[in-house]
Nanobody, 124 residues
């Protein structure tokens, strides 16, 4: 009964910023791991970031540019993206796991529920 809904997204120019909300409902667990993944046409799906109550992780390709956070009631996770590059263009998806980010956060098989994905395009 877990529901995952992404929003935001769109088209921006290089160097600009964008934030993607991921709203999670249908669970009262407080040790969820929320992961963001992305996939571009012709390329493999890659892990971008993961957050739990005590830790967060980032792929090397986005470290220092992207920030993942939760709101105060922990119902929404945000992926804040700055200094966007054309290489960031992809479909971004939010996944939910009832464990932690400490083990294999970058493995998509770890996550139990997914949103439908949202497009981010970075071009001049």
């Amino acid at each position: 009964q877990v529901q995952v809904v992404e929003s935001g997204g769109g088209s921006v120019r290089p160097g600009e910023s964008l934030s993607l909300p991921c709203v999670v409902s249908g669970t009262t667990r407080d040790f969820l791991a929320i992961g963001w993944f992305r996939q571009a046409p012709g390329k493999e799906r890659e892990g971008v970031s993961c957050i739990s109550d005590l830790e967060d992780y980032y792929a090397d390709s986005v470290k220092g540019r992207f920030l993942i956070s939760k709101n105060r009631v922990k119902s929404t996770v945000y992926l804040h993206m700055t200094s966007l590059k054309p290489e960031d263009t992809a479909t971004y998806s939010c996944g939910v796991d009832n464990g932690s980010c400490a083990t294999d956060w970058y493995g998509f098989w770890k996550y139990d529920s997914w949103g439908q994905g949202i497009q981010v395009t970075v071009s001049s």
